[in-house]
Structures are given as C-alpha cells and as structure tokens.
C-alpha cells in the first residue's frame, strides 16, 4: 500500500482539491479516489478557513469509500468538548465557552449551525476518529508521537484508536493523567518558558509557555528548541539551555501536521516529516508526503 499524506487542511477545500488534481486523484460517483494511492489526512479538517463543511463532505466520501483514512486533530478534539456536557459543572461545557475558545471556532459554528443535527451528526464523526494509526510500515498521528504515551492511553481506546464515549470527561479535566496524554500527542510537547519570557500567538494571546521542536535529540538554546511565529524576536531566545532527547528511531516512519511550518518542505529526519505548511494562511501551501514504501523518508517526496 502506498499513500499521500496530508494534515491541517482548516476549511481550505480549493487548495484540497487542486492538490488531489496535481496529485492524480480523479472525481467519481464515490468521491476523489486514485488507481495506486489512498490519501491520509493528519486531523485539523475544521476551523479557520470557509469551506469547512466542503472539506468535510469530500474527505468522509473518501474515508467512505476506502480511499482514504482520517485521524483526529486538536480542533476535532475540541469541537467535541465544545458541545459536550460538563458532568461536573451543569451547565457548562467540557471545553470552556469563553472568548477566546468561541473567537477560534465561529466560523465551524456559525457555518454548521451551531446545535442544529448538522452540527451534531460531524461531532458523532469526529468522535469515531482514531488518534493515531499505527500501520503495517507507517505511523501517523496529529502532533506527537510517544511511546511511552501511546503505551499508557491504550485503556482510554477501542480496539480502532478512538477515544472511548466514556473517558472524554477525563480527558478534558486538568486533574486526570488522560489530560496530558491527550495534549501530547494532540497538541505536542511544551515547556514553560523562563520569568518575563512571553509572546504572542496567532489569536493575539499573550503565550508563557511554548511549542517545542520534540523531534530534535540535542538543542543549546531556546531559539533551537522553540516553535515560535517568525516575526517573533525575543532577546532571550538566545538563552543557554541543555536540551536532550532520545529522539525516535524504530523501524516505522512517523507522519505528523500541526506545526504550521514555513519555506521548502524538508524531513525532520529519516523517520520524521510534518506535513503542515501552514494551508490556512492566504499564502500558505497544503502539500503532501508521497509516501513509496519507503523506510528512510526523503525531502523529494514532498509535493505541492
Ligand atoms: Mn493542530
């Protein structure tokens, strides 16, 4: 089996589509399919972008017709806990309805209609994604995979991957271990940063805590290991750290999206490549992985 690979799409269904087109991929009565390749898409189909529901309708048909897997994202997972009951605190909601979580998902609302059975029927599908898929000869997985972490939510899933109905209450309480596994591997690794160090991310919140490059084995500053946006430039940065990490080396590559990348596409290691350039900003590409069978992943099999 071989397959392109492909992550945080955000709503930006023209982009999906020229990019199936550019891949081979033909429209039929079932959906976009492809005489060699099945798609994967690395979760983050929804937010931001103003063809969410397009997106979605195109890449369910795939997935349908056995053209095509999908796991779960961040935005998924939180689109989950948006409409969910909080069991603890009647009335509220497992995923807080504040400013900032509602500024982040208004355009999936207002476009599915909040609460209508439109809305319910693709939060019933999201609930059916797998967090990872652990294939014959690849793994993919949102934003980070672990092994250690992989080992321990295995109670918290079904026999696909997928979130028990059951465990998302714990998954989202800050109190239970469920918590962190979710964020790992959701939402990647993150350090705090030092006294005073901050900045800002793309919503405009003020961020004390960053995204780490947890794919990297050694990193000698906080410029190194940080993910922060470019335009970023702060002093301290340059601080002296001591960053080690066994890093990852089985046999099976690891696809993974949500790291907004920049610039040509390139392979974090042999066994290592994220495939989220950024789609959802105007002048951000979707590009694919074409994965041949491969065991030591490549630059050149980026298209885009
Ligand atoms: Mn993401």
Redesign the pocket.
Known sequence: MVFDIVS?IHGQVKKLQYLLAKLGYCQSDQGYCHTEYKMIFV??LIDRGDYQLETLNLVKDMVDNQNAYVIM???EFNAIGWVTPDQQQPGDFLREHNVTHRKQHQIFLKQLQENSHQHIYWINWFKSLPLFLDLEQIRVI??CWDNYIIDQIKPYLNEKNCLLASVFQNAFNKQHPLYDYCEILLKGKEITLPDGVYYSDKEGTRRHKSRIKWWLETAQTLQQLCLLPDDEKIAELGLKINFQSEGYHDTKPVFF??YWLSGKPIVQTPKLACVDYSAALPNGKLVAYRWQGESSLISEHFIY
Do not use: K, L, S, T
């Open positions: 945080d979760g983050d994202g961040n935005h949102h934003a999206g949500h």
